[in-house]
């Protein structure tokens, strides 16, 4: 071998030398904090500073769309996904689908929900419909009319079955967030 080739061991450590240079380029430049909400390339990892709100969404939903399912009070027992169908500065609407963590033959509810937010942001209050005779005018009084016909076209707006597929995935590996963060979709 002449004196002035490399070895293949060589060659590899200057490559991967070369990429972590290169790489640590790029996060000098723009660390995790500055990178966008809404990013148009799926992450399996949900921006830093958007876990806290990804997490208070899906407490406040399992607590109301599973209330009565769990044997404590506790509201971090659930697995939700959902879809924002709308929202306006004090109000987000969603199509919500939550199922008990512990067991994928557990409690499910899948439902239209009104998320109220303070002032500052925080969640107020999360109502979902009644059942029966009633359900029809709840969504009638809590759904403006445009959210009123995507709760009508469901299909185009919320995939059950992908939504459960998922939730089973996330059974398995709680460090997976819901589709809405993987997707990038800023929550209001």
């Given at each position: 071998m002449p004196k002035n080739s490399l070895s293949l061991n060589e060659f590899i450590l200057f490559v991967l030398f070369a990429t972590a240079f290169a790489l640590s380029a790029c996060t000098q430049s723009k660390g995790i904090s500055e990178l966008p909400v809404n990013s148009a390339?799926?992450?399996q990892t949900p921006v830093q500073t958007s876990t806290y709100r990804w997490v208070e969404y899906e407490e406040a939903l399992a607590k109301v769309l599973l209330a009565g399912a769990y044997p404590s009070e506790s509201e971090s027992e659930g697995l939700c996904e959902w879809s924002i169908l709308g929202h306006n500065e004090q109000e987000v609407y969603v199509w919500a689908l939550c199922q008990v963590a512990s067991t994928a033959s557990g409690t499910a509810s899948s439902v239209p929900v009104v998320i109220k937010l303070s002032p500052d942001g925080r969640i107020e209050e999360v109502v979902i419909p009644r059942d029966g005779t009633d359900y029809g005018l709840d969504i009638q009084n809590l759904f403006p009319s445009d959210v009123q016909e995507r709760i009508n076209?469901?299909?185009?707006?919320?995939d059950v079955k992908a939504a459960m597929?998922?939730?089973?995935?996330r059974r398995e590996d709680r460090t997976i967030p819901p589709i809405i963060v993987e997707a990038?979709?800023?929550?209001p």
């Amino acid at each position: 071998m002449p004196k002035n080739s490399l070895s293949l061991n060589e060659f590899i450590l200057f490559v991967l030398f070369a990429t972590a240079f290169a790489l640590s380029a790029c996060t000098q430049s723009k660390g995790i904090s500055e990178l966008p909400v809404n990013s148009a390339v799926p992450s399996q990892t949900p921006v830093q500073t958007s876990t806290y709100r990804w997490v208070e969404y899906e407490e406040a939903l399992a607590k109301v769309l599973l209330a009565g399912a769990y044997p404590s009070e506790s509201e971090s027992e659930g697995l939700c996904e959902w879809s924002i169908l709308g929202h306006n500065e004090q109000e987000v609407y969603v199509w919500a689908l939550c199922q008990v963590a512990s067991t994928a033959s557990g409690t499910a509810s899948s439902v239209p929900v009104v998320i109220k937010l303070s002032p500052d942001g925080r969640i107020e209050e999360v109502v979902i419909p009644r059942d029966g005779t009633d359900y029809g005018l709840d969504i009638q009084n809590l759904f403006p009319s445009d959210v009123q016909e995507r709760i009508n076209n469901l299909a185009s707006y919320f995939d059950v079955k992908a939504a459960m597929e998922h939730i089973a995935l996330r059974r398995e590996d709680r460090t997976i967030p819901p589709i809405i963060v993987e997707a990038g979709t800023p929550l209001p």
